[in-house]
């Protein structure tokens, strides 16, 4: 079975959807399914190891138009058993729906959230335009696939989409074959999400001042890119006396082998995400490296998590997550239990084999009765 999959962009720019895209690519390769991306290409971008790349000239940035793609995509789709597009909105979604019915393949749609109401909000005027000038019709054309039952709970909730057919299969997260524990000494606690306001920092700042204030020992780290300079500005003022202190560093976006290098140093990861996401892949890569996680219920895989018993979820608000953070640096056996139990459930839900099973079980019966 050969899959192509359909993306506008792969580069560190593109945060969970270049990164979640990739890890479903690596799920399916992981059961025996070929995978290859199609792209823009993006200066210094890099190819990810494993996986067949096709990159095209971008046309209209605003749209992510690309008559290259567009060219190419029809000339090639019989080469392949399905297409999977993870984007809504921009020309490389058409392309795919285009080629797709031209080859008389199946066409799978990843929405990535992008479909959730409270991402509808986001730039209204311009989606209700392409709403109408093409994107309802390729919803028609193609199976939603959605990452959580939240997530198609509240997509589904749009009076236009509650007949359309879905599939929810999880994000896929590579775990570790063993994990580590976390170095011994103060608790240090890691944040890794963008500075903007949908991200929660500014509230994670603020707990965190609770606690310096009620006298417990931590250190703590952010990093992700500083994508809003007004909100940025605002959290280094507030953290300001955490970072006098050394108790607070702020690094940059780091490249993912970092990533896993800081979960590794931390004894306990925190989501703050104030605005609504269709899963959290931070939650459960840390679950898969066995450390003790506080999910802001906003997160749209939480609630799943909570109901397990394996993450301590919050209201994306400083003093619910003091309360929480409070519990586990209380704890040291807590943070341990709770960390085991997440590794257990992740290898179960959430690893490349059990979601690239999933895949190959809806290809399969998409193919057999198209």
């Given amino acids: 079975m050969k899959i192509l999959h359909v993306i506008p962009q792969i580069g560190r720019n593109q945060g969970g959807l270049s990164t979640g895209t990739i890890a479903i690519c690596r799920a399916m390769q992981s059961v025996g399914i070929e995978t290859e991306l199609a792209c823009l290409q993006e200066a210094n971008d890099e190819a990810p190891a494993g996986i067949r790349v096709h990159r095209f000239k971008p046309g209209l940035r605003l749209t992510g138009a ?96 509650a007949d359309s057919p879905t599939l929810v299969i999880p994000n896929p997260v590579a775990i570790p074959d063993r994990s580590t524990a976390p170095p011994n000494g103060e608790p240090m606690i890691l944040c890794l999400n963008r500075l903007h306001p949908r991200k929660g920092v500014l509230p994670w700042v603020e707990a965190l001042l609770q606690l310096r204030t ?71 890569e840390a679950m898969g490296a066995a450390r003790a996680v506080v999910a802001s219920r906003r997160a749209l895989v939480t609630p799943e998590l909570e109901q397990a018993g394996v993450v301590l979820a919050a209201e994306p608000e400083p003093e619910h997550l003091a309360d929480s953070i409070r519990r586990l640096l209380q704890d040291a056996a807590m943070r341990k239990r709770l960390g085991e139990y997440a590794r257990e459930y992740a290898i179960r839900h959430f690893s490349y084999e059990v979601v690239g099973r999933q895949w190959l079980q809806a290809l399969e019966a998409t193919l057999s009765h198209p």
């Fill in 66 to 161: 690309s008559p290259a793609m567009r060219h190419w995509l029809h000339a090639n789709a019989d080469s392949y058993d399905a297409i999977v597009a993870h984007v809504v909105w921009l020309s490389p979604a058409h392309y795919a729906a285009s080629a797709a019915a031209k080859a008389g393949i199946p066409l799978f749609l990843a929405s990535h959230g992008m479909l959730d109401p409270d991402a509808l909000q986001h730039h209204r005027l311009r989606k209700l335009i392409r709403w109408h000038l093409g994107v309802r019709k390729l919803i028609r054309r193609s199976v939603l696939v959605l990452s959580s039952e939240a997530d198609r709970t509240r997509s589904l909730s749009h009076p236009e989409l």
């Fill in 214 to 284: 009620e006298g417990l020992q931590f250190s703590a780290t952010h990093a992700g890119n500083a994508e809003d300079p007004e909100y940025t500005r605002r959290v280094n003022q507030v953290a300001s006396p955490l970072v006098k202190e050394n108790r607070l560093r702020f690094l940059s976006a780091v490249p993912h082998d970092e990533t896993r290098r800081l979960i590794g140093q931390s004894s306990i990861v925190v989501h703050p995400a104030v605005g609504f996401e269709n899963f959290g892949l931070v939650i459960t």
